[in-house]
């Protein structure tokens, strides 16, 4: 069957995932990952948690980076390895550091000085030792937008850089804790690898202030933001792991016994996934065409919360193209997918495809208006 024939027999909306893309995608990241030494990758859960596309990935030797506690159970249920499993966030609740400490993962990434002091009170109490990780917010804009910024001094992420040293005394004296690492994550979708050489002369410098006071650190976490081309999805699959990777070899300086750990989402799985929609109605004002899809901002909300740029495709027309506002069916003037978008002209039940959508897509989906959550579809 033809690929247009096969999706126009999906139930829309719905998202459609390449796994043979996904595939080479992990065989790259693993090949450039072979490069180095003590080099590895945990993927974050939040980027996407489907069940099928976790159990694939986890099958590369890949770790998890998770945010909650039912991302911690997820990644275990799917098979990752609980000693490759980290764990981020600035709200960890009660429940969720039990979850951790219960299942032995492999290191909290701290955030600020209460929650450490949380983390060794819930360890005693369990009669469990925590390893953990601080994650130092390092003053590094990623020149990305503003809502995926997180290194800044402004954001409410990690510990800021000004408060190691009291972060240091305060670790003496909780008794339930082990400090193993140290875990940065500036922001997402970063294009400019000047900010990776930036993230990893700043751990550098920590490094050898921490190195004074006899503090060794086993592994360095330097967080995910690698970008990827949203422009022309077909040209550019998958992402520029090598650079990435070798940006950090060139720049950090890796003590011997060392690891480097590295927590990549939308790089591994934004070009595996597709937005399918239908269009319902073709609807004109006298200065605009509307193509209303069956599809809506509770599907995909990166263009209403970032006004992020996804390739939006006509898959069933070859009529010539027209100039649309792409929108969906939800009561919000936010509710689109891309304005002034050229597309083969639309009519009613045509197929739309919005691109690049596997990372932060089906996770951020939402029941907003009542809607059904969006159906997921694999090639094979
Ligand atoms: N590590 C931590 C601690 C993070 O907070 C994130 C993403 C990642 C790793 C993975 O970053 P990535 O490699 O995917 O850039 N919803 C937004 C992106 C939010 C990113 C949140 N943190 C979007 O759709 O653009």
Not at 8 to 18: A, H, N, R, V
Request: net charge negative.
């Amino acid at each position: 069957m033809e690929l247009t024939e096969y999706i126009g027999s999906l139930k829309t909306p719905c998202y459609y995932y390449d796994i043979a893309l996904l595939r080479k995608t992990l065989e790259t990241v693993t090949g450039e990952l072979k490069k180095y030494k003590d080099y590895q990758v945990h993927y974050a859960i939040k980027a996407n948690a489907n069940p099928v596309l976790l159990k694939l990935i986890a099958s590369y030797g890949l770790g998890a980076d998770c945010v909650s506690g039912n991302e911690i159970q997820r990644a275990i249920e799917c098979g990752f390895p609980p000693e490759k499993i980290v764990y981020a966030g600035v709200g960890k609740s009660d429940w969720e550091i039990e979850t951790a400490l219960n299942n032995n993962i492999f290191c909290f990434n701290c955030e600020s000085v209460p929650e450490i002091e949380i983390i060794n009170e819930i360890a005693a109490r369990m009669n469990k030792k925590a390893r953990i990780a601080l994650r130092i917010n390092p003053n590094i804009d990623a020149h990305t937008h503003q809502y995926i910024t997180t290194g800044t001094e402004e954001s409410k992420f990690g510990i800021y850089i000004y408060d190691i040293e009291k972060v240091i005394a305060l670790l003496k004296t909780c008794n339930s804790l082990e400090l193993i690492g140290l875990h940065f994550h500036v922001g997402s979708q970063i294009t400019e690898m000047e900010v990776f050489q930036k993230l990893s002369e700043t751990a550098n410098d920590i490094q050898q202030q921490l190195a004074k006071e006899e503090i060794e650190l086993g592994h360095i976490n330097f967080g995910g933001g690698l970008g990827i081309d949203y422009q022309s999805p077909y040209n550019e699959p998958i992402a520029d792991f090598a650079n990435y990777f070798a940006t950090f070899a060139d720049y950090f300086e890796q003590q011997a016994g060392q690891k480097v750990h590295f927590e990549l989402g939308r790089a591994i799985i934004a070009h595996c996934g597709d937005l399918i929609s239908k269009v319902l109605y073709v609807k004109e004002s006298r200065t605009k065409k509307f193509a209303v899809l069956d599809a809506g901002m509770n599907d995909l909300l990166r263009p209403a919360l970032y006004q992020a740029f996804h390739k939006i495709e006509n898959i069933s027309s070859d009529k010539p193209e027209e100039i649309y506002d792409v929108v969906g069916p939800i009561c919000e003037s936010s509710d689109f997918f891309g304005k002034n978008i050229r597309m083969n002209a639309v009519s009613r039940g045509d197929i739309v495809v919005v691109h690049t959508a596997g990372a932060y897509g089906e996770t951020m989906s939402s029941r907003y208006n009542l809607r059904e959550l969006p159906l997921s579809y694999f090639s094979e």
